[in-house]
């Protein structure tokens, strides 16, 4: 291992965290509880959104699912409503698999270790050893961005976190600062420094139990720390989508095949030309998604007859629905947004 005597001794500084943590740890509902199922739903909520915004979709996604078996047993549009807001409805879709998953091939009880629980349906590393070692007491580092930024900076240590080796390493290296027993405690200790303390810009070195080792924080060069490379590549992608609006009614469908939004619904993404009556405006809307630029144009048509309204629906199996109606759904995040603009439009 670089820059590091092979046998050094780094347990007082997992230690230095515990003893933080026991002090200024988030009090957090999920923090109560040791139920595996309640764990990795939290797990992965939070995964791509802050624990305040996504702290109220936790509370009523555990109400109304409270276990495996009311999460394998439900419509898919219903988990997906219950999702709506948290965007990325892949993990949505994930968690419902996994959960029937465990009831086929688990009796509808969750795993109880690493290798089973990494097996389920959109369940990675990350989330397998943070399950594991809360739930279960097993000793893995949950590595994910928080670990690579506390344990770059306090060793000064410029490995390279776009390569894919780096999750060895530095899991290698948080190994060597968890206490034994603590393996839990010591992965939410270290998310809530690098979520509040040592966060990716401004860090509060003055409020952290590691300051006195940290080596970064000696040496002035906290903001050098994690080395990432390579760059996440960006594609731009285009779009049409014909908001078809007849009176309050407009035509919406379910999106099945392999797409970035597959099992929301969408409006049209083609018209056929002999049955386009007028147009009256185009609407481009940018959005950005984790690793696309979306340029969206919305072609507002409104037919002027009824039958014109429903050889348009029938044209591609388009469902009507009202615009009350339509909100009932689970759209992507700037559909969503184009339909709330015309239901507030005077
Ligand atoms: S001293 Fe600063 S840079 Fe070092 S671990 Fe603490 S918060 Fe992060």
């Given at each position: 291992?670089?820059?590091?005597?092979?046998?050094?001794?780094?347990?007082?500084?997992?230690?230095?965290?515990?003893?933080?943590?026991?002090?200024?740890?988030?009090?957090?509902?999920?923090?109560?509880?040791?139920?595996?199922?309640?764990?990795?739903?939290?797990?992965?909520?939070?995964?791509?959104?802050?624990?305040?915004?996504?702290?109220?979709?936790?509370?009523?996604?555990?109400?109304?699912?409270?276990?495996?078996?009311?999460?394998?047993?439900?419509?898919?549009?219903?988990?997906?409503?219950?999702?709506?807001?948290?965007?990325?409805?892949?993990?949505?879709?994930?968690?419902?698999?996994?959960?029937?998953?465990?009831?086929?091939?688990?009796?509808?009880?969750?795993?109880?270790?690493?290798?089973?629980?990494?097996?389920?349906?959109?369940?990675?590393?990350?989330?397998?050893?943070?399950?594991?070692?809360?739930?279960?007491?097993?000793?893995?580092?949950?590595?994910?961005?928080?670990?690579?930024?506390?344990?770059?900076?306090?060793?000064?240590?410029?490995?390279?976190?776009?390569?894919?080796?780096?999750?060895?390493?530095?899991?290698?290296?948080?190994?060597?600062?968890?206490?034994?027993?603590?393996?839990?405690?010591?992965?939410?200790?270290?998310?809530?420094?690098?979520?509040?303390?040592?966060?990716?810009?401004?860090?509060?070195?003055?409020?952290?139990?590691?300051?006195?080792?940290?080596?970064?924080?000696?040496?002035?060069?906290?903001?050098?720390?994690?080395?990432?490379?390579?760059?996440?590549?960006?594609?731009?992608?285009?779009?049409?989508?014909?908001?078809?609006?007849?009176?309050?009614?407009?035509?919406?469908?379910?999106?099945?095949?392999?797409?970035?939004?597959?099992?929301?619904?969408?409006?049209?993404?083609?018209?056929?030309?002999?049955?386009?009556?007028?147009?009256?405006?185009?609407?481009?809307?940018y959005h950005k998604l984790s690793h696309r630029n979306l340029s969206i144009d919305f072609v507002d048509v409104f037919p002027e007859k009824r039958t014109e309204f429903e050889a348009l629906a029938q044209a591609g199996s388009y469902q009507i629905v009202t615009l009350e109606q339509s909100l009932l759904h689970s759209f992507p995040k700037p559909l969503e947004n184009y339909i709330a603009a015309q239901v507030a439009r005077p």
């Open positions: 291992m670089k820059n590091y005597k092979q046998n050094a001794d780094f347990l007082y500084l997992g230690k230095a965290l515990l003893a933080w943590y026991g002090i200024y740890g988030r009090d957090l509902p999920f923090r109560k509880t040791k139920d595996p199922y309640k764990i990795w739903i939290c797990e992965i909520i939070f995964q791509q959104t802050r624990i305040q915004q996504g702290l109220d979709h936790y509370n009523k996604f555990i109400e109304r699912f409270p276990d495996v078996a009311s999460l394998a047993a439900a419509e898919t549009d219903e988990v997906l409503l219950y999702w709506k807001g948290l965007g990325y409805y892949s993990r949505a879709l994930n968690l419902q698999k996994a959960a029937v998953q465990i009831m086929t091939e688990f009796g509808g009880v969750f795993p109880d270790n690493y290798n089973d629980i990494l097996s389920l349906r959109g369940v990675g590393p990350y989330t397998a050893a943070a399950v594991s070692s809360i739930c279960f007491g097993m000793h893995i580092p949950a590595v994910d961005g928080n670990f690579y930024r506390v344990l770059s900076r306090v060793f000064a240590d410029d490995t390279d976190i776009s390569h894919s080796s780096s999750f060895a390493y530095f899991s290698e290296l948080a190994l060597r600062l968890m206490p034994p027993g603590e393996a839990g405690t010591f992965n939410e200790a270290v998310m809530d420094l690098g979520s509040e303390i040592c966060r990716p810009r401004n860090p509060l070195c003055d409020q952290c139990p590691l300051q006195k080792d940290c080596r970064a924080f000696q040496l002035g060069r906290t903001a050098e720390f994690p080395v990432k490379t390579k760059k996440t590549a960006v594609k731009e992608l285009k779009l049409t989508y014909y908001f078809v609006r007849f009176g309050n009614e407009i035509l919406i469908r379910r999106r099945a095949e392999d797409h970035i939004w597959k099992k929301l619904y969408e409006f049209p993404d083609e018209v056929p030309v002999n049955l386009l009556p007028v147009v009256m405006e185009t609407n481009t809307v």
